[in-house]
């Protein structure tokens, strides 16, 4: 399971990078990021706007998150593999490199919609709204793992 985590964890960097150059060369100079009750752009940015505050806000958590595992790393045994041998330090290490997997979902279907709401070609977005809901499901499922691994260690 740890494996499999940091091996998603370091493919989700490379898709959200993939993901955000391709919807940025598609976008129009002009995002709508606020709308009013007609679905008309009521505050608008530029789309380098939007391309730098996605890669900071991703730099941002996903560097915090490696900041503190990279300050406890020296305490703790990083070489067991099973969860019941772990303690709670550990577990929460570990639990960490997926929620930063779980943050990198959410950062790629949002930058996906974003880029499908924006597109010259006018897809029908209702079809669409379920990627705005996968990330939550995901990040809910992940603190519940949380949870159990808590209450499964007593």
Do not use: C
């Amino acid at each position: 399971m740890i494996k499999i985590t940091k091996l998603l964890y370091t493919l989700s960097i490379f898709v959200f990078l993939a993901i955000l150059l391709y919807v940025y060369a598609f976008l129009p100079d002009q995002i709508g990021v606020f709308f009013d009750t007609t679905g008309n752009a009521s505050i608008s940015m530029h789309r380098a706007d939007f391309f730098y505050s996605a890669l900071g806000l991703f730099i941002l958590t996903n560097g915090s998150i490696l900041l503190y595992r990279r300050m406890n790393r020296g305490y703790l045994n990083l070489g067991k593999t099973s969860f019941e041998d772990m303690t709670v330090s550990e577990i929460i290490y570990h639990w960490l490199n997926g929620l930063s997997f779980v943050i990198n979902v959410i950062y790629i279907f949002s930058i996906m919609f974003v880029g499908m709401y924006h597109n010259s070609e006018h897809f029908d977005i209702t079809n669409y709204v379920a990627l705005i809901y996968i990330g939550p499901v995901l990040l809910a499922g992940w603190i519940f793992w949380f949870i159990y691994l808590q209450f499964s260690k007593r």
